[in-house]
């Protein structure tokens, strides 16, 4: 499965795509799908910083985060850690 996150090219804003392959069949049609999850997101932090609702990422969480983008953007990053799977 294969998904690509919008902006897409010819596509409304909050539209993704995604194309679905199995074995040595060929890659079915790419379906667009919608894709809010950037709004979502804003909108719960909107919402916290408002007072209208919880911290969608408390301290901890964030510097979790923040450590893991760190890990993806260091050369290996594309390794998995040993005894791991996909």
């Known amino acids: 499965m294969v ?9 409304p804003r ?3 795509t995604v194309a ?3 074995a040595a069949d060929p890659w ?3 379906q ?6 950037l709004q979502a997101h804003l ?7 408002t007072g209208a609702g919880p911290n969608p990422a408390p301290p901890g969480r964030a510097l979790d985060h923040l450590a893991l983008l760190n890990a993806w953007s260091q050369p290996q990053a594309c390794l998995l850690p ?3 799977t996909p």
């Open 43 to 49: 909108a719960r932090a909107l919402a916290h910083f």
């Open 32 to 37: 667009a799908v919608t894709d809010d999850s």
């Open 14 to 16: 909050c539209t993704a």
């Open 82 to 84: 040993q005894g791991t």
């Open 28 to 30: 079915q049609p790419v």
């Open 3 to 11: 998904g690509t996150f919008e902006p897409v090219p010819a596509l």
């Open 20 to 22: 679905v392959r199995r």
